[in-house]
Nanobody, 117 residues
């Protein structure tokens, strides 16, 4: 089992920045592939960014160049630095973890990000 707790969401004006954090427990953090997803009202949950245990990252086209995912293995935490925020970034952001070599995946409870125009 992996427990995930997100924090850092809030209300920000368009063009502003926020940093989301996701703390983990229950498994060796360095073995986890971590990702962020988001879900806007009435929409399906969508991929935002992923970071593998070795540090390789990938991003959705909609956030590439504006968002940065990073991880601190000493703190068992993954971050999502969001800059140049747009109203269309408004969503509940979820942290996701997948242990290496396993089909299991785990989700946090989500944190709301609202970008006003």
């Amino acid at each position: 089992q992996v427990q995930l707790v997100e924090s850092g969401g809030g209300l920000v004006q368009a063009g502003g920045s926020l940093r989301l954090s996701c703390g983990t427990s229950g498994r060796t953090f360095s073995s986890l592939t971590m990702a962020w997803f988001r879900q806007a009202p009435g929409e399906e949950r969508e991929f935002v960014a992923r970071i593998w245990s070795g540090g390789t990252t990938s991003y959705s086209n909609s956030v590439k160049g504006r968002f940065t995912i990073s991880r601190d293995n000493a703190k068992n935490t993954v971050y999502l630095q969001m800059s140049s925020l747009k109203p269309e970034d408004t969503a509940v952001y979820y942290c996701n973890a997948k242990p290496r070599g396993s089909n299991d995946e785990y989700w946090g409870q989500g944190t709301q990000v609202t970008v006003s125009s």
